[in-house]
């Protein structure tokens, strides 16, 4: 694999606010706040380890507009954790959410800078797993970019039930942390996503190879504003925005 997954970015108009909402709501901690970045992972963490996957919020002038194209879903291990869990994260500031999604036996919430995420039912394939169970990703047509996916995270497909027709899930081959699931949607993509993932070599390998293994399998360069940095940003063959970080 060129590449492995490393966090998931998020976009905030104040990023220590947002770790910290984010830190108590997955009862993780804020492991670093400077320059308009801020970490968010689990007490004794050691990054990077699939067990779980980090949060890094990045400052942005812009708020947000729009459904976001990338969520997270949060996992219960009862009705009554559940509700718990719903009523402790409403406490914490988030808000209740409708994005169409009708009578399901999940609740939508927001979180203090309007982004979309789930507390789902009780799941058997996801008990044990930690707060987040998974990623989830709106796609034209998840089986289209599965491949590339796979490649891109160094992940493979997963064992997660109860997904719509025609969706995906991907999981660290060490079989820990949160699934990767893309989901169809027929929404098309309009904006700079607002949540996007970062993925990064091993330590020792090379960042150009991996770039190049990555636009083989169908991405492309994408501006996003980001001037001279460090990282390459990327777009997948569906056009949805990540970005290469130097080996890790």
């Known amino acids: 694999m060129p590449t492995r997954l490393v966090h998931l970015a998020i976009d905030a108009t104040d990023p220590g606010r947002l770790a910290r909402f984010w830190a108590a709501a997955l009862r993780w ?5 400077e320059d308009g970045v ?3 992972w689990p007490q004794g963490y050691r990054y990077p380890d699939p067990i779980a996957l980090p949060l890094v919020f990045l400052a942005v002038p812009e708020a947000k507009t729009g459904k976001n194209r990338v969520h997270l879903d ?6 009554a954790h559940q509700a718990a869990e719903v009523e402790r ?38 008990q044990g ?13 998840p089986a289209a970019v599965a491949g590339f996916w796979a490649l891109a995270s160094g992940w493979a497909p997963g064992n997660s039930v109860a997904l719509s027709a025609g969706a995906v899930s991907l999981r660290s081959p060490a079989g820990v942390g949160p699934y990767l699931e893309l989901l169809p949607s027929a929404d098309a993509k309009t904006v700079k996503n607002r949540i996007h993932l970062d993925v990064a070599p091993e330590l020792g390998e090379d960042q150009a190879a991996a770039v190049a293994a990555l636009h083989a399998a169908g991405a492309a360069p994408a501006e996003v504003g980001q001037g001279s940095v460090s990282w390459i940003v990327l777009a997948d ?8 970080l130097s080996p890790l």
């Open 74 to 79: 949060l996992a219960t291990e009862s009705a």
């Open 237 to 244: 063959p569906e056009g949805s925005e990540f970005c290469l």
């Open 89 to 126: 994260l409403l406490g914490l500031g988030a808000v209740r959410a409708d994005i169409g999604q009708g009578d399901v036996p999940w609740e939508v919430l927001a979180d203090p800078d309007g982004n979309e995420f789930c507390v789902l039912d009780p799941r058997p394939v996801y």
């Open 29 to 33: 901690e804020v492991a670093a706040e």
């Open 38 to 40: 801020a970490n968010v």
């Open 129 to 141: 797993i930690g707060p987040v169970a998974a990623v989830v990703t709106d796609c034209r047509d």
